[in-house]
C-alpha cells in the first residue's frame, strides 16, 4: 500500500510541474515562431498581445483616454522628419464626427507603457457599384526612430486590421506617396488600385489670356442672363446652411457615378471638410442661376509661391440638365459642360488672395471631367488649352479585410483573385476616385 500511495503522490507531483510550467513553454515556442516569422504576426481582434521576448517586453493594444497627449507627442516624433506638426493629429481627432479611441493601435514597452509605434483607424463608407461599403482608413502609421528595423509597424498594422475586422468593417483602404512604402504594403496583401488626373499645362499667353477673365465674363459665356459665377470665402462655406445643402445635394449625386468616394454626412462636411478648407490657398466657388446652385467648385493654390503654380482641383461637380428635375418648359439651362468649364477657368483666374504670380498649371481628377472638351470649352476666351497628361497615382491602396461581408455584398466570380475583385469593384471605366479633401 505505501508503494502504491507513493507512485501515486510522485505521479501527481509531475503532472502539477507539467501543467505549471506548461503556460512558460507555450510562450517560448509561441515568441520563437513570432521572432522568426515577423511579418505572419497576428494577434486577437480586441487583443493586448507580448510581441517579443528579446529586450523590453512589448505590448499591441488600442489606445486609453488618459493616453491620448502622449499619444499626440508619439505620432508627432514619428513623423518629424516630415516635418508634420503635432496640431496636424490634434485636428484629425477633433475634426473627425467617427473618430473612435479604440482606432488607435500603439505598440507600448513595458512596464513603463511608452507608445513606440503606433496607427489610426479611420471609420469610413465609401460608394462602390452603388452600394455603402464600410472601410477602414490606415493612417498615420509611424514608428519611433529608436525603434525602427524590429517589425513592429507591421505587427501593428495587422493587429490594426485584426480589430477593424471584429468591429464589421468590409475593405481596408490606406495611401503612400513613397513607392518604396507602396511596395512594403503590396507585400503584405494590399492591392493598389489608381488614381488618374489631367495636368494641363498652360504657355504665358494662355496665362495671361486666364488671368484676365472676371467672373462676371465668366458667367456671361453660360449663356443665360441669370447666371452667375460666386466666389465664397472657403473657411465660412459651410456655415451658412443654404449653401452647405446645396453641396450636399451635388455631391450625393456626383459621388454616385463614381467608384470609391467617401460618403458624408452634415456633421462631416461641417467638420473634417471645413477643417480642411481652413488651410491656406483654397478657393471655393459656386455656379448659380436664379438663385439655384448649378455646380461648386473647391480647389487650392499649391504652392502658394514660386514660378510654377499648380491650381489643384480637389473636387468638381455640377448637376446635368436632366438631373435637376427640370420640365421642358422650364426657364433655358446651361449644360453641364458649359458650368464645368466656367468654374475650372474661374479657379485659374481667381485664386486666393489674387496671388501676384498665376497658376500655369491645372490639376483636375480625370473621373470628374467626364466628356469634357476644355480645348473647346475656352476657345470663344481665346485660350490655347495643350492636350492634358496623365498623372497616376498608384498609392492608393486597398485590403479585403472581411471576405465574407463582400461576398454577401457584392458577390465573387468565379475562379476572381482578390485584386480582380476588388477592380471590379473599384473602377468604373478603369478608373477610380479618391476626393484628396477625405484624405487622412
Known amino acids: 500500500c505505501f508503494s502504491v500511495l507513493f507512485v501515486v503522490v510522485v505521479e501527481l507531483c509531475v503532472v502539477v510541474v507539467i501543467c505549471h510550467r506548461l503556460p512558460v513553454l507555450v510562450t517560448a515556442a509561441t515568441h520563437s515562431t513570432r521572432s522568426t516569422h515577423l ?41 518629424a522628419e516630415k516635418g508634420t506638426p503635432q496640431s496636424h493629429f490634434v485636428d484629425h481627432v477633433e475634426r473627425d464626427p467617427e ?27 465609401v460608394i462602390a457599384n452603388k452600394r455603402e461599403i464600410k472601410t477602414a482608413g490606415i493612417g498615420e502609421v509611424g514608428t519611433l526612430p529608436t525603434h525602427r528595423g524590429a517589425g513592429l509597424a507591421t505587427r501593428v498594422l495587422e493587429d490594426g486590421v485584426a480589430w477593424a475586422k471584429s468591429q464589421g468593417f468590409v475593405l481596408g483602404s490606406l495611401h503612400s506617396s513613397r513607392p518604396p512604402v507602396v511596395a512594403y504594403y503590396a507585400r503584405r496583401g494590399w492591392i493598389s488600385v489608381p488614381l488618374q488626373a489631367s495636368a494641363f499645362a498652360f504657355d504665358k499667353p494662355a496665362v495671361a489670356a486666364l488671368s484676365s477673365l472676371s467672373l462676371a465674363s465668366l458667367a456671361a459665356g453660360l449663356g443665360q442672363q441669370d447666371c452667375e459665377l460666386v466666389a465664397i470665402a472657403p473657411e465660412t462655406l459651410t456655415h451658412q446652411d443654404a449653401v452647405l445643402q446645396d453641396l450636399k445635394r451635388l455631391h450625393a449625386s456626383g459621388i454616385g457615378l463614381l467608384q470609391g468616394c467617401t460618403v458624408r454626412s452634415s456633421a462631416y462636411w461641417q467638420r473634417w ?27 487650392r493654390r499649391w504652392p502658394l509661391h514660386g514660378t510654377e503654380v499648380t491650381m489643384q482641383v480637389k473636387e468638381v461637380f455640377v448637376q446635368a440638365m436632366e438631373e435637376r428635375g427640370e420640365t421642358t418648359t422650364s426657364k433655358p439651362q446651361p449644360q453641364r459642360n458649359q458650368v464645368m468649364a466656367a468654374l475650372l477657368a474661374a479657379a485659374m483666374a481667381h485664386g486666393p ?3 501676384t504670380q498665376p497658376c500655369s498649371r491645372l490639376l483636375v481628377p480625370t ?35 472581411n471576405p465574407d461581408h463582400l461576398q454577401e455584398i457584392f458577390p465573387r466570380e468565379d475562379a476572381q483573385d482578390d485584386k480582380a475583385w476588388l477592380e471590379r469593384l473599384l473602377l468604373a471605366n478603369g478608373t477610380h476616385t479618391f476626393l484628396k479633401l477625405d484624405a487622412f
Open 39 to 79: 511579418d505572419s504576426f497576428s494577434t486577437r481582434s480586441r487583443s493586448d498581445s507580448v510581441m517579443s521576448d528579446t529586450g523590453p517586453d512589448l505590448l499591441v493594444r488600442s489606445l486609453r483616454e488618459p493616453e491620448l497627449p502622449a499619444w499626440y507627442d508619439a505620432v508627432a516624433k514619428a513623423f
Open 99 to 125: 473618430f473612435m479611441l479604440e482606432g488607435i493601435r500603439v505598440c507600448t514597452t513595458r512596464p513603463e507603457e511608452e507608445i513606440v509605434s503606433t496607427l489610426r483607424v479611420f471609420h469610413r463608407s
Open 273 to 299: 471638410v471645413q477643417g480642411a478648407l481652413s488651410d491656406t490657398g483654397y478657393v471655393a466657388i459656386v455656379a448659380r442661376q436664379s438663385g439655384h446652385t448649378l455646380g461648386y467648385l473647391l480647389a
Open 353 to 355: 488672395d489674387t496671388p
Open 367 to 401: 473621373p470628374l471631367l467626364r466628356d469634357l472638351n476644355l480645348a473647346d470649352a475656352w476657345a470663344g476666351h481665346g485660350i490655347d488649352v495643350p492636350p492634358p497628361t496623365l498623372d497616376v497615382d498608384r498609392g492608393q491602396m486597398y485590403r479585403i479585410i
